[in-house]
């Protein structure tokens, strides 16, 4: 069967004159689509069926955060509606969960965002925060450190616990270790293996 590489160098695409910055030990799976003026800091992870596309605007990925599978990331481009648009930026050891979609806001580090959660343009979401499965952040919302937010739109619900302070550098850090398995193991994972890892 054919081998895969989970090699972040193998797995992006340029775009136009803009090619992916690569920081390192970063894993991209090889059905994630990850294009144009995007920065990848170390120990950085997408994994399956992600679409990360900086086409018009840039994308920024702190080290030790992992965006998980089929989650989409995009940005605000610049046009008469919105003159400077607004880039994506992702801080450091920040968990997206699986399925949400982050466009054109920024996120802080130390970030859990539920599955299936959307973070809309404009917002700004500070240092250690959790957003709530399935919460809707709406356009130019600021979430503030330390709270847990949930539904739609997304509300505060409750300041987080120390427990869940701790967790949220757990979660970004049982990722890189997980990611590095890939990258140690990869070579030798064929195509048919390599959606049933995906899913730990």
């Not at 399956?48 to 940005?75: F, K, P, W």
């Not at 700004?124 to 539904?151: F, N, Q, R």
Request: aromatic residues 4%; charged residues 20%; hydrophobic residues 40%.
């Amino acid at each position: 069967m054919r081998r895969v590489s989970y090699r972040a160098e193998d797995n992006v695409r340029q775009w136009t004159t803009s090619e992916p910055r690569i920081g390192a030990r970063v894993m991209v799976d090889p059905t994630a689509m990850v294009l144009g003026d995007i920065s990848l800091g170390d120990d950085v992870s997408i994994w399956a069926n992600c679409s990360i596309r900086a086409d018009m605007h840039r994308i920024s990925i702190g080290s030790g955060s992992n965006i998980q599978d089929n989650s989409v990331l995009h940005i605000t481009h610049a046009g008469r509606f919105n003159p400077s648009g607004c880039p994506l930026v992702i801080g450091e050891q920040v968990t997206v969960g699986h399925r949400a979609v982050l466009h054109g806001c920024s996120i802080g580090d130390r970030v859990l965002v539920g599955m299936g959660a959307i973070v809309m343009d404009g917002a700004e979401v500070a240092d250690e925060v959790m957003i709530a499965a399935g919460a809707l952040v709406t356009p130019g919302k600021k979430l503030t450190s330390g709270w847990l937010y949930g539904g739609s739109p997304a509300k505060a619900m409750r300041e987080i616990t120390a427990s869940e302070r701790e967790f949220l550098s757990y979660s970004a850090e049982n990722y890189v270790r997980l990611k590095q398995q890939y990258l140690d193991d990869g070579s030798d994972n064929p195509v048919s293996g390599a959606g049933e890892q995906g899913g730990a």
